[in-house]
């Protein structure tokens, strides 16, 4: 594990619940940018991801995406440690 | 002319599937083909989940909305237009000038599909293709022969999908009846049924009583009563399609379970041909043909 | 016409409940199931009933479809599906999804109204109907900037007086090169005129080509790009009033660069700001001269050329006010001009301000002040005068004065003033205490002041909420939200307010930040109504300190009877109190 990657690691075992994104997306329509987000958290190597909230209007979308670290009942690496996950 | 339906048990169960490749296996003929629901757009509706395209060849018939023809790129000559309106366009007949993909939005209830059937007979058609739309199946009523299509989409617990199959199979082998019967129009609930324990009763078609949720319950009243039906389809075989759209987080992606074990028992039980179309086409079409080439 | 409504849902029936509402309204009959009805009761009812439409609302998720698809086989079967008309609403319902259920039409979850009524009554709906058609308000209207209280209308007259034959036989290199620019724009070749008047940046920057730092050129090839983009945007305009025509809603530019403030102006335009403001960087206010051309920034500030600002222009929606601020530097009456040849709405003017925190020297901008107000008259080009200089820590009463004085000033030469006091948290404030219990009592009593003495246009600013803002979004968003509801229970004509960034520094606001903003003013406003928010006792006490003291300063700048010495001698502030005049152009008046 490279230095870079115990740090991103450390983050994810400090996160209580889940990861907030948020931005504003030039797009089509909602659709657009729901699945152009999705496919982005996704790439960032998140499984459990959803669109909390997006309003689109004409040319571009606000939009907040989330990624779940923790849902409820999982082990949580506040509770168990780094080797929860 | 014959008609024949595929029926679905709910959405994404393989009912255009089936329908491409009766498509395929009636290329020889002089086809007609229409959807009770909307078929051939890119994506589903709810799921989101890229969807079969339907392709139709030169020279046949497509029944479908006005908006649905200019989306598609089959290129579409206009013969006749219906009274029939949908919520997009009105429904007219068209031929096959150019093979593509086409859009099918068709009649939506039993009496607008009559009608097209009735004109279709003056048509030099031979085999009018009806697609179903996601669990309907009352137009169905109006239909020769049916495809039943079950999948997985509906359920993965085995048992629920043979039992579900099995009451499906015995309503659309009950007898065709007589005046002599005490008729009951319409939709007959349970509680109907109930009400009329012991007496020889004519429905209208299976269909009329399939609309219950309580498929078991339904088989039991069944067995109280006597019951024919005035008009019905004859069932060629099922098929069954083990893939399906699993709920996910941002949307659904789409699972599959093996079928196979269900697809026997129905066979063994239920006596019914049943098969995977995705991999048993020949079959399906042997079966089809067969029986077409007998009627026509 | 007869309606079945029926809820296929286990609980949720209001948007039927309203369709109901609205039906009834009509004269139609209607029958309302309650939400959990069974499908086979429904079908009796509509057997008995023969209803022209039934209307089925229902989110659509999986499994939905096969049960509104098992209804449609339901009134098929019982022989009802020719004889009524068969209606679905509900999120995620689209006129496909409604074709592939097999009922007649669908309408999703932003469907209005009179979409469906304007459906089952087969009446043709016009979109156009219910899209907001914005249009450009003028501010100034209806107010005739009379001095209600004529001890304070003696005392303006005096001082304005006073200023005009003071500056009536003066110039400076700016009024020079106005007078200069606008023969240019005519199309006479006078740079070589022009750049004798200009500072070195300037002039190097026409003779070789020298671009001052951290700017460049914007190619042909960007500006074509973006003018395709612009081109294309597309979206509703909204109003984020609710049921009041007051306040409109600004927002500040000024990115640095055109493009990305263009994209800014788009996106504030979409949530639904009414107007933008253009600020150029601080630079520019002390440099001798404009550029031209079209130029990129990469600070804070976007740089005022004729370009820049036509390019900025051709963005805006028809209906975006458009403000142009030249209040404070060395390029006050050029940029007046420019603004009014880009096809500007507003300027800003406040040579008070602008000297005494703007860093201009008084006497220089007292000059181009006057030539400027001049030109606003000339050019139809209503003013506003901020009073920014209560975040230094000028006390409001006296920073209204000088405000008024410049508003007085301007109405003498035709021009249309509007007030601006600062809703905000200043270290007068703070110091005495005038917010300890609430932030509405001291802003109420601003507003309660400048109407006793002017009937003139009041909008807040620049932003609104100034300093009570952190860098935490949701706070941010909630002040200001909270400030444009006290401007709009007040009835004030505009504000302006800060995107959720306002009180970072670190870098560049960011579009999200604006979109967070306006969509909190809207809930604010929609919140309100026409509810008022209610000061308490101190908002009077408040109210009548300010008009006392602004009254005193006015009193004191009028014995002086030199509105310039006043300024140097911190009549309108002091150097304690944040006032510093500024050095910038002093010395460079020149009798004529």
Redesign the interface.
């Known amino acids: 594990m490279n230095l870079l990657e115990s740090e991103v690691g450390l983050m994810i075992e400090k996160i209580v619940d889940a990861i907030d994104i948020?931005?504003?997306l030039l797009c089509k329509d909602e659709?657009d940018a729901?699945n152009t987000a999705?496919q982005y958290l996704k790439s960032l190597g998140f499984n459990?991801?959803?669109?909390v909230f997006v309003?689109h209007?004409?040319?571009?979308a606000?939009i907040r995406l989330r990624a779940?670290v923790f849902r409820p009942g999982d082990r949580y690496a506040w509770i168990f440690g780094g080797d929860a996950r | 002319m014959l008609s024949l339906g595929v029926l679905g048990t709910a959405k994404n169960t393989g009912k255009t599937t089936t329908l491409n490749a009766l498509l395929k296996c009636l290329s020889g003929k002089s086809i007609a083909i229409t959807s009770i629901g909307f078929d051939g757009e890119d994506l589903d509706h709810i799921t989101?989940l890229p969807k079969p395209k339907v392709l139709i060849e030169e020279g046949s018939f497509a029944v479908t909305s006005e908006e649905a023809a200019k989306h598609s790129t089959a290129r579409l000559h206009l013969l006749r237009r219906f009274d029939i309106r949908t919520a997009l366009g009105s429904i007219c007949l068209y031929r096959v000038r150019q093979a593509g993909t086409v859009i099918l939005i068709g009649p939506h209830s039993s009496e607008d599909l009559l009608t097209v059937k009735q004109t279709l007979e003056k048509d030099m058609v031979e085999v009018f293709l009806i697609d179903g739309a996601i669990n309907r199946i009352v137009p169905f009523q109006h239909s020769d022969f049916v495809v039943l299509a079950v999948g997985a989409s509906r359920s993965t617990n085995l048992d629920f999908l043979l039992t579900e199959t099995r009451i499906i199979v015995k309503m659309l082998r009950l007898p065709i009846g007589g005046k002599d019967r005490k008729l009951v129009e319409g939709l007959v609930s349970l509680e109907k049924l109930s009400s009329l324990r012991g007496e020889r009763i004519l429905v209208e078609s299976p269909m009329h009583l399939l609309l219950t949720e309580d498929f078991v319950r339904l088989e039991q009243l069944l067995n109280d009563l006597d019951v024919a039906v005035m008009r019905k389809p004859e069932l060629l075989c099922v098929t069954v399609n083990p893939c399906y759209p699993e709920r996910r987080?941002?949307?659904y992606a789409l699972a599959r379970i093996d079928l196979s074990e269900l697809a026997r028992r129905i066979e063994r039980e239920l006596d019914v041909p049943c098969l995977n179309v995705m991999e048993e086409e020949e079959r399906l079409c042997r079966i089809v043909v067969e029986k077409i080439d007998k009627q026509g | 016409m007869k309606f079945v409504l029926f809820p296929l849902d286990p609980v949720h029936d209001v948007a039927l409940k309203m369709l109901n509402r609205e039906l009834l309204k009509r004269g139609h009959q209607t029958i309302l199931l309650p939400p959990d009805t069974k499908m086979e009761e429904v079908i009796e009812i509509c057997q008995k009933e023969m209803p022209d439409f039934i209307m089925v609302s229902r989110t659509v998720g999986y499994g939905a479809a096969e049960l509104l698809a098992r209804f449609i086989d339901m009134l098929d079967a019982a022989g009802l599906r020719k004889k009524c008309k068969v209606v679905v609403g509900g999120k995620a319902i689209t006129k496909e999804l409604a074709a592939e259920l097999g009922y007649d039409a669908g309408f999703g979850e932003r469907t209005s109204w009179e979409e469906v009524i304007a459906y089952v009554e087969g009446g043709r709906f016009e979109r156009e109907e219910i899209t907001v058609k914005k249009t450009k308000k003028d501010i100034t209207q209806g107010y005739t900037y009379e001095v209600r209280d004529s001890a304070f209308r003696e005392l303006l007259d005096e001082i304005s007086d006073q200023i005009l034959a003071w500056a009536k036989d003066r110039t400076s290199l700016a009024i020079e090169r106005t007078k200069i620019k606008e023969k240019m724009l005519e199309g006479e070749d006078l740079l070589e005129e022009y750049l004798k008047l200009c500072d070195e940046v300037v002039v190097s920057y026409f003779r070789k080509n020298v671009l001052p730092k951290k700017v460049r050129l914007i190619t042909k090839e960007e500006k074509e790009k973006f003018e395709r983009l612009v081109n294309?945007?597309?979206?509703?305009e909204?109003i984020l009033r609710h049921s009041l025509d007051k306040p409109l809603v600004f927002v500040q530019y000024g990115t640095g660069c055109p493009f990305m403030d263009a994209m800014h102006i788009?996106?504030s335009e979409?949530?639904g700001a009414d107007g933008v403001l253009h600020f150029d960087p601080s630079w520019g206010a002390r440099c001798e001269g404009l550029l031209e051309g079209l130029l990129a920034h990469e600070e804070d500030g976007s740089i005022i050329t004729l370009e820049n600002l036509k390019l900025i222009k051709s963005a805006l929606n028809s209906s975006t006010l458009w403000c142009v601020r030249a209040h404070r530097g060395l390029n006050t009456p050029e940029t007046v001009l420019l603004a009014a040849r880009a096809g500007a709405d507003l300027t800003k003017i406040n040579m008070v301000y602008g000297s005494l925190n703007g860093g201009t020297d008084p006497e220089r901008l007292t000059v181009d002040g006057v030539y400027a107000l001049q030109l606003s008259a000339r050019y139809k080009l209503p003013y506003d005068i901020p009073t920014n200089e209560e975040l230094g820590g000028v006390p409001a009463h006296k920073a209204f004065a000088g405000m008024l004085v410049v508003a007085h000033l301007g109405v003498k030469l035709g021009a249309r003033p509007i007030l601006k006091p600062l809703f905000c948290y200043s270290p007068d404030v703070m110091i005495n205490d005038y917010m300890k219990d609430n932030y509405v009592d001291y802003n109420v009593a601003k507003v309660l002041a400048l109407r006793r003495i002017m009937d003139a246009p009041i909008w807040p600013g620049e932003p609104i909420g100034f300093m009570t803002h952190t860098e935490d979004r949701v706070q941010s968003a909630m002040t200001t939200a909270l400030h444009a509801a006290l401007a709009s229970s007040l009835g004030l004509d505009a504000i302006t307010i800060a995107s959720t960034d306002e009180a970072y520094a670190r870098g560049a606001i960011?579009?999200?930040a604006r979109?967070?903003t306006l969509?909190a003013v809207a809930e604010a406003f929609r919140f309100f109504g026409r509810a008022r928010i209610e000061p308490t006792k101190k908002a009077e006490e408040y109210a009548e300190n300010i008009v006392n003291g602004i009254y005193e300063t006015l009193k004191k700048v009028a014995e002086r009877q030199d509105f310039v010495a006043a300024l140097y001698e911190g009549l309108f502030g002091t150097r304690e109190e944040g006032a510093n005049p500024g050095r910038a152009g002093r010395g460079t008046v020149r009798k004529c």
């Open positions: 948020e931005t504003t659709e729901k999705v459990d991801v959803d669109v309003e209007n004409g040319f571009a606000r779940y | 989101g987080m941002e949307g | 294309r945007i597309d979206f509703n909204r788009k996106v979409a949530w960011t579009v999200s979109i967070d969509r």
